[in-house]
């Protein structure tokens, strides 16, 4: 027998990402940039308290209208509660990133109240600017189209992306810090392009989030632990979905002020 769980904000966000279903014939090649982010590159000290912290606030008052459903039973595996379509390249990851985290979470923003909007970079104001033809995957939006956060996806299934950021966060604890640097080159540089403070860098299967803050030096990108798309929102595990992530970075973002010091190119990525 089928049945139907109704989902209001707070439910739809802890929901973790379902399994992608990748064709046999998909594309394999790297579309990792050759652009190195060359600033001070830290970890981001408790996000995922952070992101905790925010759900819980008693200050937030959680809407209970009826945002999803999930059908589930004898049945619910022709539903479009489960992941049906079939991937073969980075289209077709975005489009299902945009169904399955960006609507999500975009809703959950404008029902609490936020004026935020996850969508294209030919969306934003920034993307008419004179002479610019860089186009990042995502961003989020504020209502009068000026861009908050910038988002870049990467396949989960081509060989140098699998596993990626977890492998370059281990590679960067263990003192070799250039894989990682490489990995959030491109990601980092929209972050200057943009002047925005807030990124985020996907495979589907991973996410990590970004933010740029100043220090007593300068200026530093921090780089929050890897989420990944199962992950569960436990408090005494400590640990959050990509949802919940995704919903508190575009809060930071729509607050954050443009980078107060801003460096040079070649200090930023090279």
């Known amino acids: 027998m089928l049945s139907v769980t109704r ?14 279903i990748v064709g046999q014939n998909h594309t394999i090649s790297s579309a990792i940039h050759p652009v190195d982010f060359v600033g001070t590159l830290v970890p981001w000290p ?31 595996v022709d539903t479009v509660s489960q992941e ?11 489009g299902r990133l945009n ?12 029902v609490q109240g936020h004026l935020l909007r996850i ?7 920034e993307a008419a600017r004179p002479g610019y033809s860089r186009i990042p995957d995502l961003v989020v939006l504020d209502n009068g189209a000026a ?5 870049e996806v990467k396949t989960p299934w081509a060989p140098e992306h699998v596993n990626m950021l977890r492998d370059g966060v281990e590679f960067f604890e263990a003192g070799q810090e250039h894989q990682l640097r490489r990995i959030l080159g491109q990601v980092a540089r929209y972050m200057k392009d943009l002047n ?18 100043d220090t007593t030096t300068g200026w530093a990108l921090q780089f929050s632990p890897v989420i990944t798309r199962d992950s569960q929102y436990s408090i005494p ?11 508190y970075l575009g809060l930071l973002g729509q607050t954050a002020q443009p980078f107060t010091t801003r460096p040079s190119r070649s200090q930023w990525t090279t």
């Not at 049906?84 to 975005?94: F, I, N, R, S």
């Not at 595990?237 to 919903?247: E, P, S």
Request: charged fraction near 20%.
């Open 7 to 20: 989902l209001a904000a707070r439910d739809v966000l802890q929901q973790p990402l379902p399994p992608l």
């Open 46 to 76: 408790n996000f995922r308290g952070e992101v905790i912290a925010a759900f819980n606030s008693r200050t937030v008052t959680w809407n209970t209208q009826t945002l999803d459903v999930i059908i589930s039973g004898i049945g619910a």
């Open 84 to 94: 049906q379509l079939v991937l073969g390249d980075e289209t077709g990851l975005q």
């Open 99 to 110: 169904e399955r985290l960006s609507r999500p979470v975009t809703t959950c923003l404008q």
């Open 119 to 125: 969508g294209d970079f030919k969306a934003s104001s």
């Open 147 to 151: 861009t908050k956060v910038v988002g």
């Open 196 to 213: 925005v403070r807030n990124a985020f860098l996907s495979t589907y299967d991973e996410r990590m989030f970004l933010r740029k803050v």
């Open 237 to 247: 595990m400590k640990t959050i979905t990509t949802r919940q992530g995704l919903f």
